[in-house]
């Protein structure tokens, strides 16, 4: 069965915005990089992308077949996508025990765990 584990940085630091980043100690910043590392190569997990912060995004409609843009994302920011993976797993428990391990979830984030529909 596959996941798409989707990663909601919330208030988790991030090189992105070095400030908060530049607060951790170097050690701390090591072990979040080692562990999203050892996330990427674990069997059945295809790593995903990282996305630019949520303030650049672009919020596309259509409306009476006009397209219509808003900067931004339409989420509020805490909750706005920082990045995803898919994983192949037996079952559900695993996927949660791997989202469990992504360093968002234990600071500050979330990650939401959605099973993939195939045809």
């Known amino acids: 069965m596959k996941f798409m584990l989707l990663i909601q940085q919330g208030s988790t630091p991030t090189p992105q915005s070095p400030d908060e980043w530049n607060r951790l100690s170097e050690d701390e910043q090591k072990a979040i990089g080692s562990a999203y590392q050892a996330i990427n190569q674990t069997p059945g997990v295809t790593p995903g992308l990282w996305m630019s912060a949520p303030e650049l995004a672009t919020t ?7 397209t219509l843009t ?5 989420v509020a920011v805490k909750e706005a996508l920082g990045g995803y993976l898919i994983y192949e797993a037996d ?7 791997l989202a469990a391990r992504i360093p968002a979830a234990s600071m500050g984030g979330a990650i ?3 099973p993939i529909v195939e045809y």
């Open 60 to 66: 596309v409609r259509v409306q009476d077949g006009k």
């Open 70 to 74: 808003t900067d931004g994302p339409f």
């Open 91 to 97: 079952d559900l428990d695993a996927a949660i025990e």
């Open 112 to 114: 939401e765990v959605r």
